[in-house]
């Protein structure tokens, strides 16, 4: 949010506050040039300037501001779900669901075209149209206004001065244009900033984590889930009911289960994003709710599926989780997560700005440097949600490479959807609809016969499939 939302804030100040101050000058100048010559031809031009600028507030104003609001909303929702729909299409595969599995992009989808259609055809259509039409035809009362002057004009005898203010306003016309279109401009970069300014204080504005009062200190990295149960709020179906289960210092959980099985949900509860409706989880011994939330930060680091960078130096950006480690330390970070070509690649090495001058890195690349920065934390317990799912082949060896860096001695709680990464998992846990409905190694599930084994098998005839078709294609 941040790193939008300061894009758009510096755009007014650094570009439109001067583009402002501009069209105002031009604005009142303007003014004064209208009735210099010939006031009467000046206030028809004027007339169509203040129809075209009366039209372009109405679709800003009151209820439409709203219904903008809205649809901006719907704008950044369907980018969100269709980000996610791409992102989820391996699952699909794998779990041979249908399209419409994916109900969020689909509604996002209706919502964003039923809003669309809405604010097109009751707010900007005619407004618009009339704002159009009087931008750009200053004519519309400047010509009937000289048609009706000229016979005084002709009796009275300067027909030459008339011509010229004619011709004058003719011309001068088109300025208004200009500046309406400047204003326009003006007045969006406005509305831009202001909402965001609105999404930064949303998050500035939103409550704090309660503290406890005799905060208790977790004892190692062992961590319970208690007969834990957690509703969205809003939500009429609980994400997870009764969910147990315990995870041993230094060993490693999967989660895995169909697409809203609720394995996101029961990660996010360790760290606190959310505090649980019933039950209890626990970090080395302690409700997480009773360990001081800093603390409990310390405890966990986080390899979530989109790993967000930010538009900063990479030295940076893998220090956000320990500012005080050393730049000895960072590379070592950066070493050990598998991103020595990356730095060997950029122009400044470690202190290659991200985002700007034209430094992008790939996805898998991003991941990488993530998984750096959760070495550099040193946590004991580590969350680790999807975080190879959408890497390509070359990057997926280094990053498996990095993993068993980070996970070394560390209680480990993974997300996976690819089975070929939890096989060798101490305990997979399969959530589906919230709740657990198997758990035990790798081996004791595929002889159980049950959901695992069915995902398993799915999964391997998968995998062949696309041997098979390899092959053919060669
Ligand atoms: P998984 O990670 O297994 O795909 P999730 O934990 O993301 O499953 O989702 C579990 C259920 O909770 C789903 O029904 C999902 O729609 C719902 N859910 C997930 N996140 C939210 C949220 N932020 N608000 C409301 N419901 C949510």
Same mark, same amino acid.
């Given at each position: 949010?941040?790193?939008?939302?300061?894009?758009?804030?510096?755009?007014?100040?650094?570009?439109?506050?001067?583009?402002?101050?501009?069209?105002?000058?031009?604005?009142?100048? #303007?003014?004064?040039?209208?009735?210099?010559?010939?006031?009467?031809?000046?206030?028809?031009c004027l007339l169509a300037a203040v129809?075209?600028?009366?039209?372009?507030?109405? #679709?800003?104003?009151?209820? *439409?501001?709203?219904?903008?609001?809205?649809?901006?909303?719907?704008?950044?929702?369907?980018?969100?779900?269709?980000?996610?729909?791409?992102?989820?299409?391996?699952?699909?595969?794998?779990?041979?669901?249908?399209?419409?599995?994916?109900?969020?992009?689909?509604?996002?989808?209706?919502?964003?075209?039923?809003?669309?259609?809405?604010?097109?055809?009751?707010?900007?259509?005619?407004?618009?149209? $009339?704002?159009?039409?009087?931008?750009?035809?200053?004519?519309?009362?400047?010509?009937?206004?000289?048609?009706?002057?000229?016979?005084?004009?002709?009796?009275?005898?300067?027909?030459?001065?008339?011509?010229?203010?004619?011709?004058?306003?003719?011309?001068?016309?088109?300025?208004?244009?200009?500046?309406?279109?400047?204003?326009?401009?003006?007045?969006?970069?406005?509305?831009?900033?202001?909402?965001?300014?609105?999404? $930064?204080?949303?998050?500035?504005?939103?409550?704090?984590?309660?503290?406890?009062?005799?905060?208790?200190?977790?004892?190692?990295?062992?961590?319970?889930?208690?007969?834990?149960?957690?509703?969205?709020?809003?939500?009429?179906?609980?994400?997870?009911?009764?969910?147990?289960?315990?995870?041993?210092?230094?060993?490693?959980?999967?989660?895995?289960?169909?697409?809203?099985?609720?394995?996101?949900?029961?990660?996010?509860?360790?760290?606190?994003?959310?505090?649980?409706?019933?039950? #209890?989880?626990?970090?080395?011994?302690?409700?997480?709710?009773?360990?001081?939330?800093?603390?409990?930060?310390?405890?966990?680091a986080f390899v979530f599926q989109n790993?967000?960078?930010?538009?900063?130096?990479?030295?940076?950006?893998?220090?956000? !989780?320990?500012? *005080?480690?050393?730049?000895?330390?960072?590379?070592?970070?950066? #070493?050990?997560?598998?991103?020595?070509?990356?730095?060997?690649?950029?122009?400044?090495?470690?202190?290659?700005?991200?985002?700007?001058?034209?430094?992008?890195?790939?996805?898998?690349?991003?991941?990488?440097?993530?998984?750096?920065?959760?070495?550099?934390?040193?946590?004991?317990?580590?969350?680790?949600?999807?975080?190879?799912?959408?890497?390509?082949?070359?990057?997926?060896?280094?990053?498996?490479?990095?993993?068993?860096?980070?996970?070394?001695?560390?209680?480990?709680?993974?997300?996976?959807?690819?089975?070929?990464?939890?096989?060798?998992?101490?305990?997979?846990?399969?959530?589906?609809?919230?709740?657990?409905?198997?758990?035990?190694?790798?081996?004791?599930?595929?002889?159980?016969?049950?959901?695992?084994?069915?995902?398993?098998?799915?999964?391997?005839? !998968?995998?062949q499939w696309k041997i098979t078709s390899?092959?053919?294609?060669?």
């Amino acid at each position: 949010r941040l790193d939008a939302a300061a894009a758009d804030t510096e755009t007014l100040l650094a570009h439109n506050l001067a583009d402002i101050v501009g069209t105002i000058t031009l604005f009142i100048a #303007m003014l004064v040039m209208m009735f210099v010559f010939d006031w009467r031809m000046g206030a028809a031009c004027l007339l169509a300037a203040v129809i075209s600028i009366a039209a372009m507030f109405s #679709m800003m104003g009151g209820k *439409n501001a709203r219904i903008m609001a809205e649809y901006q909303a719907a704008q950044d929702r369907i980018t969100k779900a269709g980000t996610e729909y791409v992102r989820g299409i391996p699952v699909v595969k794998i779990f041979q669901q249908t399209v419409y599995s994916f109900k969020a992009f689909q509604q996002a989808i209706e919502d964003y075209s039923n809003k669309s259609e809405y604010y097109q055809a009751n707010v900007c259509r005619i407004p618009q149209s $009339i704002n159009l039409t009087f931008t750009e035809g200053a004519f519309v009362f400047l010509v009937p206004a000289a048609l009706f002057l000229a016979p005084g004009v002709l009796a009275s005898g300067d027909f030459a001065g008339f011509v010229t203010n004619f011709a004058f306003y003719a011309v001068f016309s088109a300025i208004i244009s200009t500046a309406l279109a400047k204003i326009m401009f003006a007045a969006s970069g406005m509305m831009l900033a202001s909402t965001a300014l609105g999404r $930064i204080n949303q998050v500035m504005c939103a409550p704090e984590l309660k503290k406890p009062e005799h905060p208790q200190k977790p004892r190692d990295g062992r961590v319970e889930f208690e007969d834990v149960s957690f509703t969205y709020n809003g939500a009429e179906t609980p994400a997870l009911s009764h969910v147990s289960f315990t995870v041993e210092p230094g060993r490693t959980v999967a989660l895995v289960g169909p697409s809203g099985g609720g394995k996101t949900t029961a990660a996010s509860l360790i760290p606190r994003f959310w505090d649980v409706t019933s039950g #209890m989880v626990k970090v080395g011994g302690a409700d997480v709710r009773q360990i001081d939330p800093h603390v409990l930060m310390e405890q966990i680091a986080f390899v979530f599926q989109n790993s967000r960078l930010f538009k900063a130096s990479i030295l940076e950006n893998v220090r956000a !989780s320990r500012p *005080n480690a050393t730049r000895g330390e960072v590379r070592a970070a950066l #070493m050990a997560a598998q991103c020595g070509d990356i730095l060997e690649k950029l122009p400044k090495g470690i202190d290659t700005q991200l985002g700007s001058e034209g430094t992008y890195l790939s996805g898998g690349e991003q991941q990488r440097i993530a998984l750096a920065r959760a070495i550099l934390k040193d946590a004991p317990i580590v969350v680790l949600d999807e975080a190879t799912a959408f890497a390509d082949p070359e990057n997926e060896a280094l990053i498996q490479k990095a993993f068993t860096t980070l996970t070394k001695g560390r209680t480990v709680i993974m997300i996976a959807h690819r089975l070929s990464t939890v096989v060798g998992a101490d305990k997979i846990l399969v959530l589906e609809g919230g709740r657990v409905v198997e758990q035990g190694s790798h081996r004791e599930l595929v002889e159980t016969g049950g959901l695992y084994a069915r995902m398993w098998a799915d999964y391997n005839q !998968s995998v062949q499939w696309k041997i098979t078709s390899e092959e053919e294609a060669k």
